[in-house]
């Protein structure tokens, strides 16, 4: 009697060893797929964060220009918005973006996206012309390629 009691509560512990594991194996998943999705969502904040910033040097690439001999409200106003967009800039790097450089001035593959050729005997192919959009890493990884004209011969 002893032992058909003892193997019963055997039985038993396994089989909520065995509900237990699932159920760790169940809430391990989730989680793995609730970061997942968390990290796809702040990539994509990330991303529409980055849109506001190219809106900012679209805005300063047009006012640089004009702005000294702009009225004095105006070029406050331009000032302002440099302190928005510095804060921004900040922002984004504190959450590990950072800008895609090219010190040697060719495009390198995956992270650079060359959309226009021009030819230029005098330099080698890939060679960078003009940056279209700034490329961003976000923890090492390519976030946004940039997008470049560059030399094709």
Excluded: C
Excluded at 6 to 30: W, Y
Excluded at 103 to 114: E, K, L, M, Q, Y
Excluded at 126 to 150: C, D
């Amino acid at each position: 009697m002893t032992d058909s009691i003892t193997s019963g509560v055997l039985a038993g512990v396994q089989s909520d060893i065995v509900a237990l594991m699932r159920e760790v194996d169940a809430l391990r998943t989730g989680s793995a797929r609730a970061d997942e999705k968390a990290l796809k969502e702040q990539k994509q904040l990330l991303l529409e964060m980055l849109e506001v910033l190219d809106g900012f040097e679209r805005v300063f690439a047009n006012i640089e220009p004009r702005e000294e001999t702009a009225e004095r409200q105006a070029r406050t106003w331009a000032g302002n918005f440099r302190t928005v967009k510095k804060i921004l800039e900040n922002h984004l790097k504190s959450h590990g973006v950072v800008r895609i450089d090219a010190p040697d001035g060719v495009a390198i593959p995956g992270f650079h996206t060359i959309v226009e050729t021009d030819p230029d005997p005098g330099l080698e192919d890939g060679r960078i012309l003009e940056e279209l959009q700034k490329g961003y890493l976000w923890q090492g990884k390519v976030l946004r390629a940039a997008l470049v004209r560059a030399v094709k011969n």
